[in-house]
Nanobody, 123 residues
């Protein structure tokens, strides 16, 4: 089994910065793509950014130029540096991994989600 635990959420003023971190833990696992998603109140969950094991990145248009995703494969962590934050960035941010583990290791990959961390931007 794999667990993803996010940290770093909180209340930030308009224009401020925040860094989210996600740590994957478990035994005998490996994650390929990892990413950050967010869900604002009353809205569907949406991609913020994702990153492959090789370090290739993809960003949502709404955050391009303000957000940087990074990853430490050896430490099983993925981070999201967010700058120039706006009230519309307010949401619960979730870490997601596409991971293989257990008896299906190397055979099948599963989506694994963290519990989410709340980011609130004050205007």
């Amino acid at each position: 089994q794999v667990q993803l635990v996010e940290s770093g959420g909180g209340l930030v003023e308009f224009g401020g910065s925040l860094r989210l971190s996600c740590a994957a833990s478990g035994s005998g696992f490996s994650c390929s793509d990892m990413g950050w998603y967010r869900q604002a109140l009353g809205r569907e969950r949406e991609l913020v950014a994702d990153i492959t094991r090789a370090g290739n990145t993809n960003y949502a248009e709404a955050v391009k130029g303000r957000v940087t995703i990074s990853r430490d494969v050896a430490k099983n962590t993925v981070s999201l540096q967010m700058n120039s934050l706006k009230p519309e960035d307010t949401a619960v941010y979730y870490c997601k991994g596409f991971c293989t583990y257990g008896p299906m290791y190397g055979i099948k990959y599963f989506e694994v989600w963290g519990q989410g961390t709340l980011v609130t931007i004050s205007s």
